[in-house]
Every structure is written in structure tokens, then in C-alpha cells.
């Protein structure tokens, strides 16, 4: 391996910015940056380039990850704000109310077919075949409601 002396070290603006597929102009402002160590008019020392170079990368990597982060936290902050605002609109109710809600649905249909038998007639036969039938609407109706609230809760739709 040839040992390098410090003129093969050096390159051009020019050299530099076909390598790293860049203007000359984006050579010159690393070089302000402070990023490439200058060797002279238009000259530039390699090793500081790629150094400046892997410097840059890292930052723009760093940049990136401080900037999806931030996108993260900004998403959850709209999400939360567009929850708050449908809650205020009615469009969203706390899932405790609506639980509430179905159960004294619940209670008020059972509590209207208790009794409906003997409102509707006094005949024991008549009052059997009602409650009967009264009864199997409430287990169906029961076992909607049941499903339906393990749907509020799992938040199924």
C-alpha cells in the first residue's frame, strides 16, 4: 500500500462536489460551516471533507429522529384535542354513560312486560301463554343488550 503525502490529501470544490454529487456552492458552505478544513484557495484536505461529511450525516439522522418524534407527540396532541371537541359536541359520550344508557333501557322494557299478561287479560290460560312469550322477548332482548354492551367496552362498533 503507497503511503499517502498530504498533496494527495487535497481536492477541489469542483472534485469534492462530483464525488459527493453536490455544486460547488454546497462545498464552499460546508467549508464556512466550518465543516471542511480549507488547504488553500479552492482546495479542501479529504479527510476533513469526509469527516465533515459523516458529521453532517449524523446530524441530518438526529434532525430526523427529533423530528419524528416531534410528529408523533403532535398527532397524539390532535387526536386528543379532536376527542375533547367531539365530546363536547355530543358526538362522543364518556363509555360509562352509554352503559348506563342500555341498562336502564334494559330495566324499563323488562319493567313493561312484567305485568302486561294480567293488563291485557284475566284468563290464567291467556296470562301463561302471554308471560311465555313475554319471557322469551326479554332473554332475546337481554342477550342483545349483553352483546352490545361487550361491544362499548371492547369498543367494537
Given at each position: ?5 498530504p498533496k ?5 470544490a469542483?472534485?469534492?462536489?462530483k464525488?459527493a ?14 465543516r471542511?478544513?480549507?488547504s488553500?484557495r ?7 471533507v ?8 449524523d446530524e441530518?439522522e438526529?434532525?430526523?429522529s ?6 408523533r407527540i403532535?398527532?397524539?396532541r ?5 376527542l375533547?371537541l367531539?365530546?363536547?359536541?355530543r ?6 354513560e352509554?352503559?348506563?344508557d342500555?341498562s ?5 322494557v323488562a319493567?313493561?312486560?312484567n305485568g ?23 332473554r332475546?332482548?337481554?342477550d ?11 369498543g367494537?362498533?
Open positions: 500500500m503507497k503511503a499517502t503525502t494527495d490529501r487535497i481536492a477541489t469542483s472534485e469534492i462536489a464525488a454529487g453536490r455544486t460547488v456552492r454546497w462545498v464552499q458552505l460546508q467549508a464556512k460551516e466550518g471542511f478544513k480549507r488553500g479552492d482546495r479542501y484536505d479529504l479527510l476533513s469526509v469527516a465533515g461529511m459523516a458529521a453532517l450525516a441530518r438526529a434532525q430526523a427529533r423530528s419524528d418524534a416531534r410528529n403532535d398527532e397524539v390532535a387526536a386528543e384535542a379532536e375533547r367531539a365530546e363536547r359536541r358526538e362522543l359520550i364518556p363509555q360509562s352509554a352503559l348506563e342500555m336502564l333501557l334494559v330495566g324499563k319493567e313493561e312486560f302486561m299478561a294480567r293488563r291485557c287479560t284475566r284468563d290464567v290460560v291467556m296470562q301463561t301463554l302471554i308471560e311465555k312469550e313475554a319471557d322469551a322477548s326479554r332475546r332482548l337481554s342483545f343488550f349483553a352483546d352490545l354492551a361487550g361491544g362499548v367496552q371492547e367494537a362498533k
